[in-house]
T-cell receptor
């Protein structure tokens, strides 16, 4: 069974640039969620994709956008990067959208914005 | 709105002693509660969850958690701590009424000394 994989693991950008983070979901999972974990904080929900449609979004501005592909992999795009976007970005997969199911996380992409 | 509080930034315990990591929650409906662990520079790993039934839930690596509805708490416990248990622990909650995202606490660092 293949777990959740994310790329890149680390990257450095400058303010105003754009970034794309990628995630491959665990085998058999059709739902992907993205979380932002700032230093010293718990993960904050960005959005969730189910069957290629966004079906939930947290309190993040529109410059945070995403995609889910037919193979259930996903991308997180952030435009016009700000210093406060520096964080660990976590992707999590699950099967379906049941409230009872646990999420399976990747190891994250650490973004530094200078 | 749902929320989670982890009142301790850090918990220190000697190896072999019992440990408790505290969590309280707030939801409008029935709570679905989760514990995750995060090792340095890694993603989150699922430990255990409470959905319904027995208030004492057993999970991975010898951890267990006790659900207390009257105190709105879901404390993580282990009878005998190991040095390898040292990590960052997150409590998370979903509201059982309708669709709900997973909301995390800010985390508690557990340090187990030899």
């Amino acid at each position: 069974e293949t777990g959740v994989t994310q790329s890149p693991t680390h990257l450095i950008k400058t303010r105003g640039q754009q970034v794309t983070l990628r995630c491959s979901s665990q085998s058999g999972h059709n739902t992907v969620s993205w979380y932002q974990q700032a230093l010293g904080q718990g993960p904050q929900f960005i959005f969730q994709y189910y069957r290629e449609e966004e079906n939930g979004r947290g309190n993040f501005p529109p410059r945070f956008s995403g995609l889910q592909f037919p193979n259930y992999s996903s991308e997180l795009n952030v435009n016009a990067l700000e210093l406060d976007d520096s964080a660990l970005y976590l992707c999590a997969s699950s099967f379906g959208t049941s409230n009872t199911g646990e999420l399976f996380f990747g190891e994250g992409s650490r973004l530094t914005v200078l | 709105a749902q929320s989670v509080a982890q009142p301790e930034d850090q918990v220190n315990v000697a190896e072999g002693n019992p440990l408790t990591v505290k969590c309280t929650y707030s939801v409008s409906g029935n709570p679905y509660l989760f514990w995750y662990v995060q090792y340095p520079n890694r993603g989150l790993q699922f430990l255990l969850k409470y959905i319904t039934g027995d208030n004492l839930v057993k999970g991975s690596y010898g951890f267990e958690a006790e659900f207390n509805k009257s105190q709105t708490s879901f404390h993580l416990k282990k009878p005998s701590a190991l040095v390898s248990d040292s990590a960052l622990y997150f409590c998370a909650v979903r509201d059982g009424e309708g669709y709900s995202t997973l909301t995390f606490g800010k985390g508690t660092m557990l340090l187990v000394s030899p």
